[in-house]
């Protein structure tokens, strides 16, 4: 299965991944999921929102258990932030019937859409139509960088955008869903575990900094004489650094636009989006609201007008409790009375945080012995990748047969 998905929307220059909602790459990638299904005599089916599930058993039968993750990528992203997911799930499903386990309840795999968030800057978009936590209103009013909006993208890839919506009646027939991922950070490393369970996410969002100054000469016009916003823009990326460092948290502009865009021309705008998450609610608030205190007054400095927009947020997500203990239990005191299982906070987003307010949900994270994601780079070995599909099929096995 790796070997099929590997090679589908790799760049040849970058070596990362390029797999962006609605676009040809994740086509293929839906197209491998369809094939993994028929491959299983899993029932293949596309709801509204273009999230695709792979069924055994009656899906109206209610209380499903449900795995998976995603397909798509961020720009030049890695082989294992979703595919891993997506792929042990279908493993996981391969090492219980091997194992003649007698099902219970329904059982899916699922592959949310355009989880990333790559192409119209909001992540989670599959899940989120689906929760509810987007409407169909905004969900119309997302655009791409080439100006091509959400429903336009959905239509030319052949699917109807005027059926997206939320799904309350899917979500009421699941009972527990659980996302293995790739972990994005180092803690299992550093405890020397192959898997972890996720106990929440940590609150999270992205602000869009508008700095407006005026375009003019780069080479005519005297230092003095400028309104240059790309200074401003420069000293708040610094600011963000110290005021996460403060705080115990993390702060990233990652993603800059920048008009004219000329090598000889002083900027007229300086579009800059910032990445904030922290363990706590109160320690987000205070690092967002240090750098837009340290922009303001750097843009004051500079006549620079400044404007300042939430794009998105995420509150903090506590994982369903008895879920989480339950596959602590399945993977510690069930295969040993001595063994524990290590119990990990998160500071990336998923699919499972937000349908963790309409269904119970939980995590397994692989250990990622660099810590690197969303990275070429990106990288699990293959015996903790099997582990991984070890533990997601001892965990799947004891939910099924509740």
């Known amino acids: 299965m790796w070997r099929e998905l590997e090679p589908i929307g790799r760049h040849p220059g970058s070596g990362g991944y390029r797999r962006f909602a609605w676009t040809g790459a994740d086509a293929e990638c839906r197209a491998w999921f369809e094939e993994q299904a028929r491959a299983r005599c899993l029932a ?45 799930s279908f493993a996981a499903f391969d090492e219980l019937r091997a194992r003649g386990v007698e099902f219970a309840k329904p059982f899916a795999v699922v592959n949310f859409g355009d989880e990333e968030g790559a192409r119209f800057g909001l992540a989670c978009v599959g899940s989120r ?49 659980v996302e293995l991922h790739v972990e994005q950070g180092r803690a299992l490393d550093l405890s020397g575990d192959r898997v972890g369970v996720a106990s929440a996410i940590w609150p999270h969002g992205r602000w869009r900094f508008d700095f407006r100054g005026e375009a003019n000469h780069a080479g005519t016009t005297r230092l003095v004489d400028r309104r240059d916003p790309m200074l401003s823009y420069a000293e708040t990326v610094l600011a963000a650094r110290r005021e996460a460092e403060l705080a115990g948290a993390v702060a990233t502009f990652g993603k800059v636009a920048v008009e004219p865009n000329g090598v000889n021309a002083i900027p007229s705008l300086v579009r800059g989006w910032l990445d904030s998450r922290a363990a706590g609610q109160e320690s987000l608030d205070a690092v967002v609201a240090g750098v837009e205190k340290a922009a303001r007054e750097h843009a004051d400095a500079h006549g620079i007008e400044l404007d ?13 409790h008895a879920l989480r203990d339950e596959l602590a239990r399945l993977l510690g005191r069930d295969r040993d009375p001595g063994l524990t299982v290590p119990v990990l906070g998160t500071g990336a987003g998923h699919d499972a945080g937000i349908l963790s307010g309409s269904i119970p949900t939980a995590m397994l994270f692989v250990r990622n012995p660099t810590g690197v994601s969303h990275s070429p780079a990106e990288y699990a070995a293959e015996d903790d990748c099997l582990a991984g599909v070890t533990a997601l099929a001892d965990v799947l096995e004891g939910l099924v047969r509740r």
């Open 44 to 88: 293949h089916e596309v709801d509204r929102n273009g999230n695709q599930w792979a069924w055994f058993g009656d899906p109206a039968a209610g209380d499903a258990v449900v795995t998976g993750s995603h397909l798509d990528s961020v720009p030049d992203g890695g082989a294992f932030d979703g595919p891993l997911g997506v792929v042990s």
């Open 129 to 177: 139509l689906t929760a509810g936590q987007l409407t169909v209103e905004q969900a119309h009013r997302l655009t791409d960088g080439d100006g091509i909006t959400l429903p336009r993208a959905m239509e030319a890839a052949g699917y109807d955008p005027e059926a997206i919506g939320p799904d309350p009646e899917r979500l009421g027939r699941i009972g527990a869903f």
């Open 308 to 320: 300042v927009v939430r794009e998105s947020f995420t509150p903090v997500v506590e994982f369903d």
